[in-house]
């Protein structure tokens, strides 16, 4: 393995925002292991080295060093922090510093994607509407004990509480599941949308096979959907609103 592996993990942990005890906790090995690997006191078994490309979203030829091109930047991090702040995202909880252990924690055991994906079934089943994929980022700007949601960089709504565990994030959800609801005409998108379509062709084919996005856009598709929530309706019945929208156009 080449001589700066160290420096690479150190440098693709730091651009994704995580401490040693976050990345350690992901890959299943101790922080002092992640420590000496990065300080140049030893390197991680060949059985790791999958799952270290995964979580830090390299190649291993990035993760080993072989580089095959010049580029005119050297910071091999320098890439994935301008791709992370490109685009404001829908759906953003942004945490302090005390929440980052139980927070990795439910990410890294599946329970509390498990509960976020309950919780989008449910709402999808009475509203139709599909939640965003919720994205995490602690920020240590935050007091320890609070959190934030964002939508598009706009803040919804902030909250903080004294008492922190592994179910903590279940409060959060709900919180984040109502906002979703309450803001939704804010949240959606296209992609959203393109989801929704997709879905509606599996299931039930000529619905909008050779309408959507042939004749109606899906942002066409998108401002139907904001207006009927506007006025109080569902969305739930997308097959009637998608067929209301062809018979305007014929």
């Not at 030893?42 to 072989?66: E, T």
Request: with cysteine; aromatic share 6%; proline share 2%.
């Amino acid at each position: 393995m080449d001589g700066n592996l160290g420096g690479i993990i150190c440098q693709y942990r730091q651009a994704k925002n995580l401490t040693q005890e976050e990345f350690a906790l992901r890959l299943g090995v101790t922080p002092q292991a992640i420590s000496k690997w990065e300080r140049g006191k030893g390197i991680p078994d060949i059985s790791l080295i999958g799952g270290i490309c995964r979580i830090l979203g390299i190649s291993a030829d990035i993760l080993l060093g072989i580089k095959s091109t010049i580029v005119e930047n050297s910071s091999i991090n320098a890439e994935i922090v301008i791709k992370n702040n490109m685009a404001a995202e829908p759906l953003v909880l942004e945490f302090g510093e005390n929440f980052i252990q139980c927070i990795m924690k439910g990410l890294n055991e599946g329970y509390l994607k498990d509960f976020i994906n309950e919780q989008r079934k449910e709402l999808a089943s009475q509203t139709g509407m599909l939640m965003p994929i919720l994205r995490f980022k602690d920020n240590l700007m935050l007091e320890k004990n609070s959190y934030r949601l964002l939508s598009y960089d706009k803040e919804i709504f902030t909250g903080q509480t004294d008492n922190i565990d592994n179910n903590s994030y279940r409060e959060i959800i709900l919180q984040i599941t109502k906002a979703c609801k309450d803001n939704y005409c804010t949240i959606i998108n296209k992609h959203i949308v393109k989801l929704m379509i997709n879905n509606i062709k599996e299931k039930f084919p000529g619905i909008a096979d050779g309408l959507v996005p042939e004749k109606i856009s899906y942002l066409q598709v998108e401002r139907k959907l904001q207006e009927i929530i506007k006025n109080g309706g569902t969305i739930r019945d997308l097959i009637h609103i998608l067929e209301e929208m062809e018979e305007n156009i014929n």
